[in-house]
């Protein structure tokens, strides 16, 4: 079909960047964008705004304006995620500005009815390093954990905090086997600029720049609800001593006691080595950024 503008208008200073768009993975006619949308480019204020469409794309509606958490003046970095339930989640980085750029925290709102409406802000992390955000649902119906809704974000810069909700939103939680585990640092590698995804089977992955031109990718056994460094060539160690490498040491995982009492596994995939901090295999530095020519 032809591109439709979605945005409109005449003031410069209502500029747009940005930009965010999920679609219900259960109706795909259902379609939620979301951008940053200044209300003064000169001063650098500015909010996130959404728009909807019940059509699959073919017409667009501006949603309801979201409501800033208290303390915040500013709002940005929007990404959304889609559960299981037709909710769709916006995460957002709020913060105060002018006179300088200080954050609040990350923001989650909840839409019930397809991006026309939004909750009252619900803010789960706060730190002065939050920055970069971004959320992936389990919209897979054979996956065991489907409709749960995960987000990643920066904290600072070479640390990675994680949250999860299992009850469509009620209740955001950090990676661990309890009731409640705290949200906050996961991977703490030195990796930054985190994106999210999950795969049909209910794993997590996260993939993140490491030092200057180096991509990692981790991943998060769903049974285990911890984080595992995983190698480019899925290597698979049996139960023997902890391997060194730098993104952490391995560690021995059992499997999942409901389902097996085999022996655990070392599994590493996608280090450095701790001491000549070479790349993995497969994994290349370059003048253009991140490379991986095998996984």
Known sequence: ?????????????????????????????????????????????????????????????????????SGATVMTDPTMAWDDS?????????????PTWDVVGIVIYKSTNGGKTWSAPKMIHQSAGDDKQWAAGDSNPASPHHGNVYAVWDDPAGTIDFAR????????????????????????????????????DGTVYVAAIAGRHVLRRRTRRPELRRWEPRCPTSTAFRSSPAATFGCSPTRRLARSAARSSSPGRIIARGCRGSTSRAQPTGV???????KVSRF
């Not at 208008?9 to 939620?32: C, G, K, T, Y």
């Not at 037709?86 to 002018?98: C, E, Q, T």
Request: net charge negative.
């Open 1 to 69: 079909m032809a591109n439709i503008q979605v945005t409109f208008d005449s003031d410069v200073n209502n500029a747009r960047s940005e930009s965010s768009l999920v679609v219900n993975p259960n109706n795909p006619m259902q379609i939620v964008s979301a951008s940053k949308k200044f209300n003064n480019i000169q001063t650098y204020d500015f909010t996130l705004a959404t728009a909807y469409s019940t059509d699959g794309g073919q017409s667009w509606h501006d949603s309801a304006a979201f409501a800033l958490p």
């Open 86 to 98: 037709g909710n769709v989640f916006m995460v957002g980085l709020a913060g105060k500005n002018p």
């Open 165 to 200: 909700t299992k009850d469509h939103g009620a209740n955001w939680v950090g990676a661990g086997t309890g009731a409640t585990p705290p949200i906050g640092a996961t991977i703490n590698d030195g990796c930054y600029y985190p994106e999210i995804n999950v795969a049909a």
């Open 284 to 290: 290349t530095r370059g003048p253009l950024g991140p």
